[in-house]
T-cell receptor
Framework: SQTIHQWPATLVQPVGSPLSLECTVE??????LYWYRQAAGRGLQLLFY??????ISSEVPQNLSASRPQDRQFILSSKKLLLSDSGFYLC????????????FGPGTRLTVT | KNQVEQSPQSLIILEGKNCTLQ??????????LRWYKQDTGRGPVSLTI?????NTKSNGRYTATLDADTKQSSLHITASQLSDSASYIC????????????FGTGTLLAVQP
C-alpha cells in the first residue's frame, strides 16, 4: 500500500531564516506530487506540483521554491521566511493529473515569529 | 472567478443526529466534485468523488449529492458519531487542460455527546 510522509510535523522559525520541508511517498512509482498551504480560515492553496524528477510547476509567485531530487521525494524550501509564510503545509500525491484522486500527507505546521 | 463556497461555516450537533452541509460552486469547466474530511492538524481524507453525470454517492454514513444544473452539492451525515467532528471540505476539479482543484474553506462540524 502507498504511504506518504512529511517532516517535521511542527516547526517554529524566525523571520528571515531558511526553510526546508520534506515529503516522501512509498509504494508507488512516478507519482504526481503537490505542495499546498492552508492558512487559517482559508481553503487549501496549491503552491507547486511536479509530474516527474526535476519537473516543477509553480502556481503562485512567492518566496518559496520546490525541488524533486528523486522520484518519490518532494522538498519545499525558502531562503528567507516571511511572517505570511506561516500556515499548515500539506504534501499530496496522485497517480495521474489533477483530475485523479489526491492523497494527502499528515502536514507540517509552520509558525514564523 | 472560480469559487467554491460552503455553508454553514461551523455547526454543532448532538451525537446520533443527522446533518447536511452545503456547497455552491462557480467553476468552469467542471470535471468532478469531491468531499474531504479533515481532522484537526491532519491532512484531508477523501470521502466521495462525483462526476458530472452522478447525482448521488454514498460512503457509509456519508451521502453526497450533486446538482450540476444549479451547481450545488450537499453532504449528508447520518447518525453522527463523536469521531465525525472535523472540517468537511468541498473541492471542485476543473476540467480541460489545467484540471486544477478549487477548495472551499470547509465546514467545521462538532459532534457533542
Amino acid at each position: 500500500s502507498q504511504t506518504i510522509h512529511q517532516w517535521p510535523a511542527t516547526l517554529v522559525q524566525p523571520v528571515g531564516s531558511p526553510l526546508s520541508l520534506e515529503c516522501t511517498v512509498e509504494g508507488t512509482s512516478n507519482p504526481n506530487l503537490y505542495w499546498y498551504r492552508q492558512a487559517a480560515g482559508r481553503g487549501l492553496q496549491l503552491l507547486f506540483y511536479s509530474v516527474g524528477i526535476g519537473q516543477i510547476s509553480s502556481e503562485v509567485p512567492q518566496n518559496l521554491s520546490a525541488s524533486r531530487p528523486q522520484d518519490r521525494q518532494f522538498i519545499l524550501s525558502s531562503k528567507k521566511l516571511l511572517l505570511s509564510d506561516s500556515g499548515f503545509y500539506l504534501c499530496a500525491w496522485s497517480i495521474g493529473g489533477y483530475g485523479y484522486e489526491q492523497y494527502f500527507g499528515p502536514g507540517t505546521r509552520l509558525t514564523v515569529t | 472567478k472560480n469559487q467554491v463556497e460552503q455553508s454553514p461555516q461551523s455547526l454543532i450537533i448532538l451525537e446520533g443526529k443527522n446533518c447536511t452541509l452545503q456547497c455552491n460552486y462557480t467553476v468552469s469547466p467542471f470535471s468532478n466534485l469531491r468531499w474531504y474530511k479533515q481532522d484537526t492538524g491532519r491532512g484531508p481524507v477523501s470521502l466521495t468523488i462525483m462526476t458530472f453525470s452522478e447525482n448521488t454517492k454514498s460512503n457509509g454514513r456519508y451521502t453526497a449529492t450533486l446538482d450540476a444544473d444549479t451547481k450545488q452539492s450537499s453532504l449528508h451525515i447520518t447518525a453522527s458519531q463523536l469521531s465525525d467532528s472535523a472540517s468537511y471540505i468541498c473541492v471542485v476539479s476543473l476540467g480541460g487542460a489545467t484540471n486544477k482543484l478549487i477548495f472551499g474553506t470547509g465546514t467545521l462540524l462538532a459532534v457533542q455527546p
